[in-house]
T-cell receptor, first 111, second 116 residues
Framework: KQEVTQIPAALSVPEGENLVLNCSFTDSAIYNLQWFRQDPGKGLTSLLLIQSSQREQTSGRLNASLDKSSGRSTLYIAASQPGDSATYLCAVISNDYKLSFGAGTTVTVRA | GAVVSQHPSRVICKSGTSVKIECRSLDFQATTMFWYRQFPKQSLMLMATSNEGSKATYEQGVEKDKFLINHASLTLSTLTVTSAHPEDSSFYIC????????????FGPGTRLTVL
């Protein structure tokens, strides 16, 4: 069974600082990996999807890397803003298209 | 495009009653829909996968008689929590996939269920 771990569980940084969020997974036989944002009491917003054959994916201030062999992915958020405050979820998509989620990293960006 | 809605967004009910949650794909037909639950500070856990016109496939440990799933049309799936108890209080989220693109799920906004 795929286990997904996200470290740290919570992070508080001053505005402008870069954010580094970590995700690890136990089974390297994955189809894709996806990063989501979740605001309190809300659903999920997809941020980046990395296919298993890719090493990284970028969108604006966001960059996600994937090292399948070591079972790791990292989400980088450059020049953080208060609006980036949310919980970030990592999800591993297996070959049967099922998603296994981590518990998330809750980010607070202080103005 | 690919918008998924849920109704209601929030529901409070008494212990022992049944609650129905709807999941709709608004601008596409979804042959496959998924139901997740999320406890505070915990990850989303897949409860079941539903395919239009057939019985849902439940994950291990999920009681199928407790959580009834119906996917009667290509745009609507329902989750009924039967005889709800306080331990069923949770955040329920559905997702849907486009036909032929089951590797991508579009998520609804979630339903907060509180059982008193």
């Amino acid at each position: 069974k795929q286990e997904v771990t996200q470290i740290p569980a919570a992070l508080s940084v001053p505005e402008g600082e870069n954010l580094v969020l970590n995700c690890s997974f136990t089974d390297s036989a994955i189809y894709n990996l996806q990063w989501f944002r979740q605001d309190p009491g809300k659903g999920l917003t997809s941020l980046l999807l990395i296919q298993s054959s890719q090493r990284e994916q970028t969108s604006g201030r966001l960059n996600a890397s994937l090292d399948k062999s070591s079972g790791r992915s990292t989400l980088y958020i450059a020049a953080s803003q208060p609006g980036d405050s949310a919980t970030y979820l990592c999800a591993v998509i297996s070959n049967d298209y099922k998603l296994s989620f981590g518990a998330g990293t809750t980010v607070t960006v202080r103005a | 495009g690919a918008v998924v809605s849920q109704h209601p967004s929030r529901v409070i009910c008494k212990s022992g009653t049944s609650v129905k949650i709807e999941c709709r794909s608004l601008d596409f037909q979804a042959t496959t829909m998924f139901w997740y639950r999320q406890f505070p500070k915990q990850s989303l856990m897949l409860m079941a996968t539903s395919n239009e016109g057939s019985k849902a496939t439940y994950e291990q440990g999920v009681e199928k008689d407790k959580f009834l799933i119906n996917h009667a049309s290509l745009t609507l799936s329902t989750l009924t929590v039967t005889s709800a108890h306080p331990e069923d209080s949770s955040f329920y989220i559905c997702s849907a996939s486009l036909p032929g693109y089951t590797d991508t799920q579009y998520f609804g906004p979630g339903t907060r269920l509180t059982v008193l």
